[in-house]
Each structure stands twice: as C-alpha cells, then as structure tokens.
C-alpha cells in the first residue's frame, strides 16, 4: 500500500522559511519521480518543484531561487526548503508520487498523492 505523509507544514511571516518533509512507503522510492505541488484558495493545483528519479530537479519560475527539493534516499523522504517565502506561496502542499508525464513536467499527473500540510504566509 502506498503511502505519502507530509509535514512541516505552518505559519510564517513574509520573509520566513519552512522546510517540508515526505514520507514515502509502498513503492520502491529510488526509482520514482517526486514531485511538490500546491492549491492556493480558489486556484488550481499548480507544480512547484519535481525531484526525478535520476536526480534531475525542477522548479516552477514562481519559486527558483526560493525552494530547493532535495531527497534522502536511505529515509525514503524528499523535502522542499522553502526560503524568502511570500504571502502568494500561501497554500496546501502536496507531495505526489510517479509522474505520468516524466520526470521535468510539473503538471500535476501523478499516480499517488498524499494528504497535503498546510503553508500559510502572512505580510
């Protein structure tokens, strides 16, 4: 059974960092893309940074130079360290597993998806 749980989720100031954590089990995670997505109030999910398989990372323009993917295959958890972090960035996070699309694409097509931690960002 697969499963994905996130953490780290929270409230910060503008300005701020949070470092977010997912968990995987189920699969087999060195040979799987992960990606880091988002819904902001009354918008749609939209990607935020993918880790692939391979190693290859990338990002959304919104948040290069800001977040960093990053994953520690021994624990089986990515993360996203999120830096400079600003009121739009404001949203649940999810973390999802196997990319329908490959391992660059940033469209939110993965086969499994976790519960989602909550980011908000205030001015």
């Known amino acids: 059974q697969v499963q994905l749980a996130e953490s780290g989720g929270g409230s910060v100031q503008a300005g701020g960092s949070l470092r977010l954590s997912c968990t995987a089990s189920?699969?087999?995670?060195?040979?799987?893309?992960m990606g880091w997505f988002r819904r902001a109030p009354g918008k749609e999910r939209e990607g935020v940074a993918i880790?692939?398989?391979?190693?290859?990372?990338t990002y959304a323009d919104s948040v290069k130079g800001r977040f960093t993917v990053s994953k520690a295959l021994g624990l089986n958890t990515v993360y996203l360290e999120m830096t400079s972090l600003k009121p739009e960035d404001t949203g649940m996070y999810y973390c999802?597993?196997?990319?329908?699309?490959?391992?660059?694409?940033?469209?939110?097509?993965?086969?499994?998806w976790g519960q989602g931690t909550q980011v908000t960002v205030s001015s």
């Open positions: 189920g699969f087999t995670f060195d040979d799987t893309d």
């Open positions: 999802a597993a196997g990319s329908r699309l490959g391992p660059d694409s940033l469209v939110p097509d993965y086969f499994y």
């Open positions: 880790m692939g398989k391979d190693g290859t990372k």
